[in-house]
């Protein structure tokens, strides 16, 4: 397994045929534009696919653990395709499991609203409306992505991401507009998760290659859509929408919180502990 | 999963109802149910049923539900250390069947005419019992294929026999419920049969698993058929088809040759094939094991109550939250 930077980015660049985001002297070394961004995309949700995991066996009520888990199987199972394909452009024979298990947690591109730990249900629920109503406007505009590999999964992560956006638009409204306790803790949630929602609309060098090299997507519009979905579910929930204050970031070039390293430290446990097995 | 999709909450913000008063029986009324089940008849919710046998299938399928729901959390106990993504999700996706085996039966026990949320409180304040099994811990990723291979394997011996019972909700829930647990064995044997091919760590990793579930997994059936107190009426009123005894030595018969197929050895000196009989003989069962764990004394019953407990107590501001919502929405509609 090649784990030098250097390496895939001198593959990627040959089978690409364009230049790789170099990094500044102080800054972090970055990929070939569509390997960072596949990661971006996969490593997102299979951090936050893993979060969820975590409630297997502890929801509030039997339901909750069936739909959380439903949520981590599609996330996970779309961060598997995602990541297979970001091997693929890389091109040095990494697959999906290489690149969840082998990576170190600054080789992971994950926002940071995805690895924060998963507080009570009321923080899971409002962090993946935040992060559903995202990932529906994004899917939408990937649709259309002359990358028939992201275009495929596209089409059907849309379909899962809009279920998750229903259910957790549900769980907000129920909550907020539940009792005194309930709403106290979903608007603490909220106020908590609001720091970090600036990353998700975030873009940099990398999007700004893939422009050049394929495609585009229209940010802004996202953002304003975006806007629209969060005010009119945090209005029938009661809720105060949080003032954009400082956002926080850095997942996207691998400057994480403290809470991956633990995360990815069970994640990788068994993997890492045979090195060339197979499961 | 889809139809598991649609939010029941309604159904759950009640948390109140009493077990309906049950008939006293009348001696026409038992010969003529007894004919019935003679005539191989299904006994369907609203047919008279003897009290005794409405007690026991309540017993035994709320036992089941709730060995659903525990069982979920030795296998969830490796969801996040699963060592490859498509493991990772055919582990969730096996433990979120459990939860909906655990929902689909609980609500089978409403048609007897009890509310699950009794069943369920009986599970948590410890009165209630699940199957012994899942009070063992899981201490390596091979007890995800061992569990799989043996205690799904066993649970299929089980249930298999359970879908020609006399009383018809049950029956048809196991048959849904076993075409689940059979991909869910061959799964458990695959995870072992890769461990098997795979390294001396990943063989010995498989071994070690085995030699802590096989014999929890033969005490599985329930205690030998001279000890059984209920096997003799549930054999007359067909709740079961076969004593504990049968269903234990049938599945030793089915189990020995893949442990064969696996290379690892069983950990029992005496096992060895009658050819008179054409069964596998095996040595004596440690009952008094079975017993200290039924009597919560197992490696992990406190553990996994305490598990339940904390999910239950944590999710309190939840429930409640959804039961106010849902009176204001009702509210408003009403007002409307």
Known sequence: ?279 | MATLRGSRLCSLTHMTTTIRQLPADDPAQVAAFEARIAAGESIEPKDWMPVRYRSQLTRMMSQHAHSEIVGMLPEGNWITRAPSLRRKQSLIAKVQDEAGHGLYIYCGTETLGVDRFDLYNQLLDGTAKYSSIFNYPTLSWADMGVIGWLVDGAAIVNQTILAKTSYGPYARAMVRICKEENFHKRQGYEICMTLAKGTPAQREMLQDAVNRFWWPSLMMFGPSDTHSPNTAELLKWRVKRKTNDELRQRFINLTVPQAQELGITLPDPDLRYNAETKNWDFGPIDWSEFQEVIAGNGPCNRERLEARRAAHDEGRWVREAAAAHAAKRSQATAAA
């Open chain 1, 1 to 279: 397994m090649a784990e030098s930077e250097e390496l895939g980015i001198a593959a990627g660049e040959a089978q690409a045929g364009v230049r790789a985001v170099a990094g500044t002297s102080r800054g972090p070394v970055l990929g070939p534009p569509m390997v960072e961004y596949l990661l971006r995309l996969g490593d997102d949700r299979l951090i936050l696919g893993h979060r969820l995991s975590e409630w297997c066996g502890h929801g509030p009520i039997l339901e909750e653990d069936i739909a959380l888990s439903n949520m981590a199987l599609d996330l996970i199972g779309q961060a598997a395709s995602l990541l297979r394909l970001a091997g693929e452009a890389e091109g040095t024979g990494r697959d999906e499991d290489a690149l969840a298990y082998w990576r170190d947690g600054v080789q992971f591109r994950n926002a940071l609203l995805m690895e924060l730990p998963n507080g009570d249900f009321g923080f899971t629920i409002v962090r993946q409306f935040l992060v559903s109503a995202h990932s529906v406007f994004l899917w939408e505009a990937l649709l259309a992505a002359p990358h028939a590999g992201l275009a495929g999964v596209a089409a059907k992560a849309i379909k899962e991401a809009k279920y998750h956006l229903r259910h957790t638009s549900e769980w907000v409204v129920r909550l907020g507009d539940g009792t005194p306790e309930s709403h106290g803790r979903v608007q603490r949630a909220l106020d908590d998760c609001w720091r970090y929602t600036g990353e998700l609309f975030a873009q940099d060098e990398i999007d700004t290659a893939v422009a050049a090299l394929s495609f585009t997507v229209d940010m802004a519009a996202i953002r304003s859509r975006w806007d629209q979905v969060v005010d009119d579910v945090l209005q029938r929930a009661t809720l105060t929408r949080p003032a954009d204050a400082a956002m926080r970031r850095g997942g996207r070039v691998g400057r994480h919180t403290e809470h991956l390293g633990h995360l990815l430290s069970v994640m990788q446990i068994v993997a890492r502990s045979h090195p060339g097995a197979t499961w």
